[in-house]
């Protein structure tokens, strides 16, 4: 059974820093992309970060560039997200999700994990 399951969301000031991960099982790890994404209320979900499987290569959306990370532990089939200088503007509901190979925007029919809530207070 396909599973990705994140962790790490909550309720932080600011400024702050939160850490989010990803742990997949069920597939060949190796041979996908691990992407984050983030669904705000009322706002359509939008590509966050992602981490490719054939160089590792990664990409981030403009505005978190300089503030978020992205990297991954194949040994532990986990990718993780590191938010710093966390805005407001960053809450919402943060999902990862897996594609063969080369980062690009999932469909409903690739892997998708729960969701997570990252809330930041002002």
């Known amino acids: 059974e396909v599973q990705l399951v994140e962790s790490g969301g909550g309720l932080v000031q600011a400024g702050g820093s939160l850490r989010l991960s990803c742990a997949a099982s069920g597939f060949t790890f190796d041979d996908y992309a691990i992407g984050w994404f983030r669904q705000a209320p009322g706002k359509e979900r939008e590509g966050v970060s992602c981490i490719s499987s054939s160089d590792r290569s990664t990409y981030y959306a403009d505005s978190v560039k300089g503030r978020f990370t992205i990297s991954s532990d194949n040994a532990k089939n986990t990718v993780y997200l590191q938010m710093n200088s966390l805005k407001p503007e960053d809450t919402a509901v943060y999902y990862c999700?897996?594609?063969?190979?080369?980062?690009?925007?999932?469909?409903?029919?690739?892997?998708w994990g729960q969701g997570t809530l990252v809330t930041v207070s002002s």
């Open positions: 999700a897996a594609v063969p190979r080369l980062c690009r925007f999932p469909t409903p029919e690739d892997y």
